[in-house]
């Protein structure tokens, strides 16, 4: 189960919650991220439409997402809806909510390494990240990319640093980006061929792999960890290509494919 800091969600927060009871006026549920707090979903609250049999629409274990209505701490529960809220909420949510989940499951093995348990995780470190990154994955993402480094210069505790980049990198592959180009080469040289070659020699890296789509045009392709690098790669690989059939007396141009 997910945590999180406060004891209560807020009024109009989306929460994931699983069903355990369904009553002909409403349903029953409890919080993941809340310790398992009562929610109550009234009939009403099912549907924008007319409700014949509240079972059409929830059922007992059921995984359900819905926006907080109202919060009773003294009664123990939370009113909650299920229509209102858009279907890319619901989906953004579940999926915020697994991703949570993951990032838990990573923090436990943290702890693990330094012979903790997930409390003490949550305790020592774990509020403190969501605090500072906004979730726990948050900063496994950052350990796996940038190195215990960044987390310690944040603020975190070295030792717990070092154990969440060790888990990190195990389990969390880095964003790839994927974006392509063309470069059209020509030489009027009687070595033509050489000085594509060359010009096609002149391009490197193991991000970057070349094509032949068809003379006089070559494919670019790069891969990398965000879009900033991929495209400042790949247009630096089309420029040392040109420029040496420039150099040459041919000529050269670059386009972009678009997305």
């Given at each position: 189960m997910v945590r999180m800091r406060k004891e209560w969600p807020d009024e109009g927060d989306l929460v994931v919650g699983t069903v355990h009871k369904v009553l002909n006026y409403g349903a029953f549920g409890?919080?993941?991220?809340?310790?398992g707090k009562e929610v109550f979903i009234h009939i009403s609250e099912v549907s924008s439409g007319w409700v014949k049999n509240i079972r059409d629409y929830?059922?007992?274990?059921?995984?359900?997402?819905a926006r907080v209505l109202r919060v009773n701490p003294k009664k123990g529960h939370v009113d909650v809806s299920l229509k209102r809220i858009r279907e890319d909420q619901r989906?953004?949510?579940?999926?915020?909510?697994?991703?949570?989940?993951?990032?838990?499951?990573?923090l436990?093995?943290?702890?693990?390494?330094?012979?903790?348990?997930?409390?003490?995780?949550?305790?020592?470190?774990?509020?403190?990240?969501?605090?500072?990154?906004?979730?726990?994955y948050g900063a496994f993402e950052i350990a796996a990319e940038e190195g215990a480094k960044t987390l310690i210069d944040r603020g975190m505790d070295e030792e717990w640093a070092n154990a969440i980049t060790e888990v990190a990198k195990k389990n969390i592959s880095p964003p790839e980006v994927n974006i392509t180009g063309y470069v059209d080469l020509k030489s009027y040289s009687?070595?033509?061929?050489?000085?594509?070659?060359?010009?096609?020699?002149?391009?490197n890296g193991e991000e970057i792999s070349v094509q032949c789509v068809g003379a006089p045009r070559y494919r670019l392709m790069v891969k990398s960890s965000d879009y900033i690098t991929a495209e400042t790669l790949l247009k630096e690989a089309a420029d040392k290509a040109i420029e040496v059939v420039l150099?040459?007396?041919?000529?050269?141009?670059?386009?972009?494919e678009l997305e």
């Open positions: 409890s919080l993941e991220e809340y310790d929830v059922r007992e274990n059921q995984k359900i997402v989906t953004r949510k579940i999926q915020q909510w697994k991703i949570e989940q993951k990032a838990e499951k990573l436990e093995f943290s702890a693990k390494i330094l012979e903790k348990d997930l409390d003490a995780g949550y305790e020592e470190v774990g509020y403190g990240i969501m605090e500072e990154f906004g979730d726990l009687p070595n033509g061929v050489d000085v594509i070659k060359k010009a096609l020699g002149a391009i150099e040459e007396g041919g000529e050269g141009t670059f386009q972009r």
